[in-house]
Nanobody
């Protein structure tokens, strides 16, 4: 059983930065970040392979967000720069027992509780 605990969310002004962390117990393979705004479906943000050598991003965050992982600490990070109001959402960490990257919530087996990110204008 894999448990995921996110941290690092908060309130930030437009153009600011935040770094989310996801501490994982167990040894998941690929991991990802998703977000869900009020009234919207959960959407893919970024994913990273077990080794960290492969990553994927949704188009709207490319060049602004960076996903990384520290396997010695069993932690995945999402560095978010140049934040926009449309980035406001609850951000979820997810893990899957598979080597391939996944971009759909259906690809993932385990979820964290979520952390709120609010970008004010």
């Amino acid at each position: 059983q894999v448990q995921l605990v996110e941290s690092g969310g908060g309130l930030v002004q437009v153009g600011g930065s935040l770094r989310l962390s996801c501490a994982a117990s167990g040894l998941p393979f690929s991991m990802g970040w998703f977000r869900q705004a009020p009234g919207k479906e959960r959407e893919f943000v970024a994913a990273i392979s077990r080794s960290g050598g492969s990553t994927d991003y949704t188009d709207s965050v490319k060049g602004r967000f960076t996903i990384s992982r520290d396997n010695t600490a069993n932690t995945v990070y999402l560095q978010m720069n140049s934040l926009k109001p449309e980035d406001t959402a609850v951000y979820y960490c997810a893990a899957r027992q598979d080597l391939a990257l996944g971009t759909s919530p259906l690809n993932y087996d385990y979820w964290g509780q979520g952390t709120q990110v609010t970008v004010s204008s």
